[in-house]
């Protein structure tokens, strides 16, 4: 059974850093892309960083470049987002997603975009506040 299950999240005061993890069960990472999302009550899930399987290139939101940075560790089957200088605009729950097909990972990795081929973790929250 495929599978994806985020850590890392909590409380965390303005500035400081934290490391998200994504680990997936059912299949090897190394032949997805897996891309980070957040999501806000009220409204929609959005992209924030990608990872892609084949060359690791990445790409950022705007938003977040230089802030986050992606990484993916395929012996332990693991992608990882490390968070610095959080802001409380950060504040949101962090999902990861997974892709196999070139559309898919066009649409997730290039243009941070959700698609219906996306599996999902559960989310783990973040909560930015002094």
């Known amino acids: 059974q495929v599978q994806l299950v985020e850590s890392g999240g909590g409380l965390v005061q303005p500035g400081g850093p934290l490391r998200l993890s994504c680990a997936a069960s059912g299949f090897g990472l190394d032949y997805y892309a897996i891309g980070w999302f957040r999501q806000t009550p009220g409204k929609e899930r959005e992209g924030v960083s990608c990872?892609?399987?084949?060359?690791?290139?990445?790409n950022y939101a705007d938003s977040v470049a230089g802030r986050f940075t992606i990484s993916r560790d395929n012996a332990k089957n693991t992608v990882y987002l490390q968070i610095d200088s959080l802001k409380p605009e950060d504040t949101a729950d962090y999902y990861c997603g997974a892709v196999h097909d070139a559309r898919s990972r066009q649409a997730m990795c290039v243009r941070l975009r959700v698609v219906d081929t996306i599996v999902w973790g559960k989310g783990t929250p973040v909560t930015v506040s002094s």
């Open positions: 990872i892609v399987n084949n060359n690791g290139e990445t």
